[in-house]
């Protein structure tokens, strides 16, 4: 499979694993990349205290999902809505800006 571009400065994100899950993570910007399915698998093990990626108030970017091309839209996480998350509608996919993906984990 070919790497992803990176949303932000397109550069090629190289991939990484943590606790099983593959991360798709920007060296240039430090961004992450998770998939739908792949945010569910990094919080599955905290059971009722799992995180959901529920983004609300959406605003369209300039971005684009590396995953399948549609317009990103950036909003806020509905629990924490101090966290910006560039969130795909088509795919559920969300784009992390350096450092955001652990500090909403360590919540």
Known sequence: MSKLKCPKCEVKMDVFYQLGVEIDQCNSCGGVWLDRDEWKALTRS???NA???????LQPTDFSCPRCQN????G???D????????CTRCGGGF???GEMVRLLAR
Do not use: C, M, T
Not at 80 to 87: E, L, T
């Open 76 to 78: 806020e996480h509905l």
């Open 96 to 98: 992390f800006d350096r």
């Open 80 to 87: 924490k809505s101090d966290f910006k998350i560039d969130y």
């Open 46 to 48: 905290r059971g009722d």
């Open 71 to 74: 317009s990103l839209q950036e």
């Open 51 to 57: 995180v959901e990626l529920n983004v609300v108030n």
